[in-house]
């Protein structure tokens, strides 16, 4: 696809994404825990699941967070419509440009950026939690920040991820786990441990706000 078709592929998704979003209702709790850190200088990895980051570009816009994006035409998509957000693509993933992506988060963390990655991206299983974002917060020492995401009434995708999107006038909670950190001298086996932990977690927490959704008591 051109370059043309990319940028206006872009530009109709951010307006249709603003648009969309302008009616929802948007609640956020454990935002002390990634503001800390802000506050006192220091960045932070947000990791969330795939199919639930559209709330977040919303939510975060403007903020100039580092996001590591695939490198398949679909990620071409989001680097545009993110970079109208205010945010900042480095391409690669696990599969596709990994070493090139990691090398580029770590530029990013060190000038002070906070990161962003979908440990399941970029091709699934859907909200199986890979261990590449661990791997990054090793080797940049900065904390894991999951970020679980509840939406009351969205549009679900067909695709390996169910990309969820807001309908008109829906609820959306968004839930900051306790920070995490990766020692230094983790062993492949511990970081697989820990990737199974983190992703227990994060499903459950997004398991927990889609009921509360359900049952009518968000508050």
């Excluded at 990013?108 to 091709?123: E, F, N, V």
């Excluded at 894991?144 to 695709?159: C, D, F, N």
């Amino acid at each position: 696809m051109s370059d043309l078709k990319f940028k206006t592929v872009a530009a109709i998704g951010s307006k249709v994404l603003a648009t969309l979003l302008l009616s929802t209702r948007i609640s956020r709790v454990g935002v002390g825990h990634f503001e800390d850190f802000r506050n006192a200088g220091n960045p932070v990895i947000f990791v969330f699941w795939h199919g639930r980051i559209l709330p977040l570009v919303q939510i975060h816009r403007g903020e100039g967070i580092v996001v590591l994006v695939s490198e398949h035409d679909d990620g071409e998509y989001i680097s545009r419509i993110i970079e109208r957000n205010g945010f900042e693509p480095v391409r690669g993933s696990s599969t596709r440009g990994g070493i090139r992506g990691l090398k580029g988060l770590i530029r990013a963390a060190r000038a002070g950026k906070d990161l962003a990655l979908t440990p399941d991206g970029p091709r699934g299983p859907s909200e199986e939690f890979k261990p590449g974002a661990l791997v990054a917060a090793q080797l940049t020492g900065l904390p894991l920040i999951p970020v679980a995401v509840g939406v009351s009434r969205a549009w679900k995708s067909g695709s390996w991820d169910g990309f969820l999107v807001p309908k008109p006038f829906s609820e959306i909670q968004v839930q900051y786990l306790r920070p995490r950190f990766v020692p230094k001298e983790a062993s492949r086996k511990d970081l697989k441990e820990l990737a199974k932990e983190i992703g227990d977690q994060l499903r459950t927490a997004s398991v927990r706000l889609d009921k509360i959704h359900r049952e009518g008591s968000v508050t």
